[in-house]
């Protein structure tokens, strides 16, 4: 497999490759890279074949997008990127209209975007964050009213509750208007928490899956060692970054652990054997993978080639297995049997 075995992206007609460029590496200080590197990093993707492009108005303050409209104006790529960018979080302290997901803060968000992105329209505009506020019938409207302006192509939903973009997907298709068509969400071997409603949500609906994060920050590539007081390394994690010190528990060094068999047996690095557990996931359309220097976008464009066995699937399966809250263990396979006067009986699916 490479980046031109494109798909859809979920039930939709828009074309992508099956990793996506992650930019919140550009214009960023302390972890990202520098400029010249951030354009080598972009231009050795599209040289591959890519054309999914990721970014937020969020990162580095808008200079990613500013960067990322550059990189496309000067090669003259618009029409062949799907360019997507995000909307929510807050852009003005003590501005609450600047924020959120309400219709006024959605079309300012979107008019700075297409400004630092230097383009009239978006390919797919991305719900950053819930607000837990706004209703999603305002949403849908504001959303589906941006696509028949001809602003934006396509929609999606990014770190929200599984609930409210299926809401949205149920309206939208009763009203035969227009529904997001894709879910971001964090989703690698260490967070596996979108298995229990959010990828039955998306197959239910038909939408695509965009997991962010797939190496879980760096932790996966194996560049942090455990320490008696948390953890050694060069990398994101290793000063302030979103993630905290969240990623180094006992779990998740579990989980690093089972998973350096697995990269020996087929002698690949740590991150591209993580990466290839997530593309194998059903559901999976195109994680989002982000580089500070050209050669680990290599590495992530390289997994593609990666296929593990149902042995080492199994391997990385059960040491990563996200606990059975309630009610997931009455749907256990033994629950199954429960339900069904111990006979196991199987969906269409």
């Not at 970014?55 to 997507?84: C, P």
């Not at 719900?127 to 999606?156: C, M, N, S």
């Not at 939408?207 to 194996?222: D, H, I, K, N």
């Amino acid at each position: 497999m490479s980046l031109t075995d494109f798909r859809t992206l979920g039930r939709s007609g828009l074309v992508v490759s099956p990793l996506s460029l992650g930019t919140m590496t550009f214009g960023t200080a302390r972890w990202g890279s520098a400029d010249e590197v951030s354009q080598a990093i972009f231009n050795a993707y599209v040289e591959a074949g890519g054309n999914f492009v990721d970014t937020a108005d969020v990162y580095a303050g808008g200079r990613s997008e500013e960067l990322l409209g550059s990189y496309l104006a000067e090669r003259r790529l618009r029409d062949k990127v799907v360019l997507a960018t995000k909307f929510g979080f807050s852009a003005e302290p003590g501005n609450p209209n600047a924020s959120g997901n309400g219709r006024k803060q959605i079309y300012r968000a979107l008019e700075g975007s297409l400004r630092r992105l230097g383009t009239d329209y978006l390919d797919l505009y991305w719900l950053h964050v819930w607000d837990a506020v706004t209703p999603v019938e305002e949403v849908l409207q504001t959303l589906g009213d941006l696509v028949r302006a001809g602003k934006i192509r396509y929609f999606g939903f990014s770190d929200m509750p599984a609930w409210y973009t299926t809401k949205a997907a149920t309206l939208a298709a009763a009203h035969g208007v227009p529904g997001p068509v894709a879910m971001q969400l964090a989703y690698s071997l260490v967070e596996r928490n979108i298995e229990h409603e959010y990828v039955p949500a998306a197959r239910e609906c038909g939408l695509g899956l965009a997991p962010w994060s797939p190496l879980a920050a760096g932790f996966l590539a194996g560049k942090y060692a455990r320490t008696a007081t948390g953890a050694t390394g060069e990398g994101r994690l290793s000063g302030p970054n979103p993630f905290g010190n969240t990623l180094f528990t006992d779990r998740n060094w579990r989980i690093l652990d089972a998973l350096r068999p697995v990269a020996a047996e087929l002698d690949r690095p740590l991150a591209q054997v993580a990466l290839a557990w997530v593309l194998a996931q059903p559901g999976v359309s195109a994680p989002i993978v982000g580089a500070s220097q050209v050669a680990q976008l290599h590495g992530s464009i390289a997994a593609l080639d990666i296929r593990l066995s149902p042995e080492q699937l199994r391997a990385l399966n059960e040491a990563s297995a996200p606990e059975a809250v309630f009610p997931y263990g009455i749907f256990s396979p033994a629950g199954n049997k429960g339900v069904f006067g111990g006979a196991t009986v199987r969906g269409w699916l």
